[in-house]
Structure formats: C-alpha cells, structure tokens
C-alpha cells in the first residue's frame, strides 16, 4: 500500500512543495518495517519525512484523531495548508496545490461530497460515497462547487479554517465528525467546497477495528450525538 502511495506523492509534489506526516495506526501489512528500514526515505529521498506510531488505543486513533494531530502538527509549524488523504487514496494531482489557491479564507475542501444528493438525517445509509454511488460527484480537474458536506477523499484544511474553527470535535466516537466540522465551518460563514481533482481510491482490507464498532454500537451513539449538536 505505501509503495503505492508514493508513486502518486512523486506524481503530484515536489520536495520544495510539501512536507510529509505519516501517522502510523496499526498498520498490518508491514508499513511500518518500510519506515523503520529507510525504504521509504529511499523511494522519496529528496522529501522531508516525519512518521509517528499511534498504537496506544483503538479507539483513540481513528481518522479524525489522527487528522487534529496533523492539523495541530500544521498549526504550530507555520504549514499554509494540511491535506489528509485516506490510507486507500493516491493522489496523482500535479495541479492541487495550485488549485487550492482559491479557497483561502474558505471552509474544507475535499474530493468527494456524497451528501447533498441525499436526505441526511442520521447519518445511516450515507457515511460512505464510491465511484458508483448514487451521491458520488464527478468534477472536471480543477472544476468546484459549493456543498454543505464533505467526505474524507482527501480533505484540505487551510490554517486560517483552524484558526477560526479548531479542531475535530472528540465527543464522537468514530462517524461524522467530518460532517460536523462542515456544519461548524458554514455555522461560522465559511464555505465548503469539493473540488474536482485526480484521486485513485482502492480497497486493500477491512475495518481493523469492527469488533469494537459492533461491541459499543458507535455508529448509533455518533449519530444520536451528530443529532443532538445539529437538530436541523
């Protein structure tokens, strides 16, 4: 997976571009040999390289943990702007950084949105969008519009969204956090936006923690609270 992942950073970046987090939650297929052998560092030698292990607890190391900590990791070193793509998600987009030039002082931008077209009331049915859902956008490279909900499939924070509007909200388990923080961003005036640009996306295994997720019904608890915060 993380050869993979490369090939599309070498596609898309260049050392003088971007700096690169890697935020390692478990990894099962020997990602983490890959760091600690230099592979990595030897497939993009030019680039600068962090990676941190966030083995502690399951439940405290899901994707919007993992994104505060990188947005955090941003913030206090000076970075214009934080993009987090999914662990199942090349990018291979020479043109994003130039394309995201227009939406400073704006909300998240993302690759996929999924829930305009749906009647989103609980968050069930709708937490997930694909290349053949019925909610799934198809943006020209470059092309935009605005929408009340993104999906993970990257999403960009630029610092001044921080700044205004802080972090993932941890009262969430595991689901929606990433809608809430779009409802909080057009609560404070900014815009979202999903942004057309060049993104493989590939399955390589399973929800490593679903035994928890079927053992304290998180997606339930999520949305009762998703529901409690935005009764709309």
């Known amino acids: 997976m993380m050869l993979w ?12 571009q971007v700096d690169l987090y890697f935020l390692l939650d478990n990894p099962i297929d020997g990602t983490d040999i890959l760091f600690e052998d230099g592979t990595i560092q030897e497939l993009l030698p030019d680039f600068n390289i962090k990676w941190t292990y966030h083995y502690a607890n399951p439940l405290e190391q899901f994707k919007f943990h993992l994104q505060n900590i ?37 909300g998240l931008v993302g690759g996929r949105d999924g829930f305009d077209k749906l009647n989103y009331k609980d968050g069930s049915g709708s937490l997930f969008s694909h290349p053949i859902g019925e909610g799934y956008t198809w943006l020209k490279n470059g092309d935009f519009k605005s929408v009340t909900y993104l999906n993970d499939g990257p ?11 802080g972090y993932h909200d941890l009262g969430f388990k595991v689901f929606l956090s990433e809608l809430d923080y779009c409802r909080r961003c057009e609560a404070l005036g900014l815009k979202n936006h999903v942004l057309g640009m060049s993104i493989v996306h590939e399955k390589f295994g399973t929800l490593r923690s679903n035994v928890y997720l079927q053992k304290h019904n998180y997606s339930e608890q999520d949305s009762n609270y998703f529901r409690s915060k935005w009764p709309d």
């Open 155 to 165: 999403l960009c924070y630029h610092k001044s969204t921080i700044e205004k509007v």
């Open 70 to 106: 990188g947005m955090k990791y941003g913030l206090e070193n000076g970075y214009e702007w934080v993009i987090c793509p999914q662990d199942d998600q090349k990018i291979e987009d020479p043109f994003l950084l130039q394309n995201l030039k227009r939406f400073i002082r704006e």
């Open 5 to 16: 992942i490369c090939s599309g950073i070498k596609k898309s970046f260049t050392p003088d």
